[in-house]
């Protein structure tokens, strides 16, 4: 079983940044990506970011691609979403997660607390 931690929410104006933290552990060994996945109030969740588990591989939806950047540690066991130039659009609970296949970006079963970040104008 994976368990995943999320921090570093909060709230930030319009045109500011936000880091989130995903700390990953448990049964890690089998796990190839994580990523990053959000869902706004009235909104179903969509993908983020991921990353593959050696960091080499990237992806980003479109709606932050060239705002989002995703990355993490050496260890491996901590994942960021380092988000610049917020809009009141990226307001959402952000969430990570295991990706068990990339085309399209799917969860796995487990999932944290999220962490909420509230972009105001």
């Known amino acids: 079983q994976v368990q995943l931690v999320e921090s570093g929410g909060g709230l930030v104006q319009a045109g500011g940044s936000m880091n989130l933290s995903c700390v990953i552990s448990?049964?890690?060994?089998?796990?190839?990506?994580t990523g990053w996945f959000r869902q706004a109030p009235g909104k179903e969740r969509e993908f983020v970011a991921g990353?593959?588990?050696?960091?080499?591989?990237?992806y980003y939806a479109d709606s932050v691609k060239g705002r989002f950047t995703i990355s993490r540690t050496n260890a491996k066991k901590t994942m960021y979403l380092q988000m610049n130039n917020l809009t009141p659009e990226d307001t959402a609970t952000y969430y990570c997660?295991?990706?068990?296949?990339?085309?399209?970006?799917?969860?796995?079963?487990?999932w944290g607390q999220g962490a909420q970040v509230t972009v105001s104008r």
């Open positions: 997660n295991v990706i068990t296949s990339i085309s399209p970006p799917t969860p796995g079963d487990y």
């Open positions: 990353i593959t588990w050696s960091g080499a591989g990237k």
């Open positions: 448990g049964r890690t060994f089998s796990v190839l990506r």
